[in-house]
């Protein structure tokens, strides 16, 4: 039985999109749902149904639920492990949760004050020192990461991994709000940017026609 990936609007739902591309990438099948996010109680309704947190996103597979970006990827990693998901050297491996959880759970000013939308007119905006400070950090985690893999591909660890899933938002967002990034970031950007499966998801993001209001106030 094919697994099915719940997902909310690719134009909005950067939550979404991380375990979206790590499947997508990964080659392991699914069928994608998509339910609009804030479009109305039906909408909402159908979520609840699927898992109680009432979020997005949510993979289904058989009997089994699993909802937060996270551990979607975790599950996917464990069950389908020729994927490649992690790193294979267990320090590495090690590193790329790190960063992966710190993604998860930080650079809350980021990531409030430059949403992913990607109908958004690319422009920079005045932004705290707290986002600032989460850029930088980005920032000096790709950079780090970049060095230590350096020769063994264009991404994070080597050859795509979740971390790069759990950071592919930003990097919309880096691009959207115009933020000055360094050579490397840039690069590693860039590759990102080539990457089928990252096109995929941006051209449908950009072809809905769906606006959230809560979302376009900048």
């Not at 690719?10 to 991380?18: D, E, G, L, P």
Request: hydrophobic residues 45%.
């Amino acid at each position: 039985m094919t697994m099915t990936l719940v997902i909310g609007n690719k134009n909005y739902s950067s939550w979404s999109m991380r375990p979206w591309l790590a499947l997508r990438v990964g080659d392991i099948a699914f069928e994608e749902r998509l339910i609009p996010l804030y479009a109305g109680p039906a909408d909402k309704q159908r979520i609840l149904d699927i898992t109680p947190a009432g979020k997005v996103p949510a993979l289904i597979d058989g009997d089994v639920t699993v909802w937060d970006s996270l551990a979607i990827i975790e599950y996917a990693a464990e069950r389908f492990p020729k994927a490649g998901l992690w790193p294979a050297n267990p320090a590495s491996r090690a590193r790329a949760r790190s960063i992966s959880a710190e993604m998860h759970s930080g650079f809350s000013a980021l990531r409030s004050e430059c949403g992913m939308n990607l109908h958004r007119r690319i422009g920079a905006k005045a932004l705290s020192n707290d986002a600032r400070a989460d850029i930088a950090r980005i920032q000096e985690l790709w950079t780090d990461c970049r060095r230590r893999s350096a020769g063994e591909g264009p991404f994070l660890f080597g050859s795509f991994t979740a971390a790069d899933a759990m950071y592919a938002p930003v990097i919309h967002r880096f691009r959207t709000y115009a933020i000055e990034v360094t050579s490397p970031v840039q690069e590693y950007m860039d590759a990102m940017m080539a990457l089928p499966a990252f096109r995929q998801w941006t051209e449908e993001g950009l072809a809905e026609t769906l606006v959230i209001e809560k979302f376009e106030i900048d």
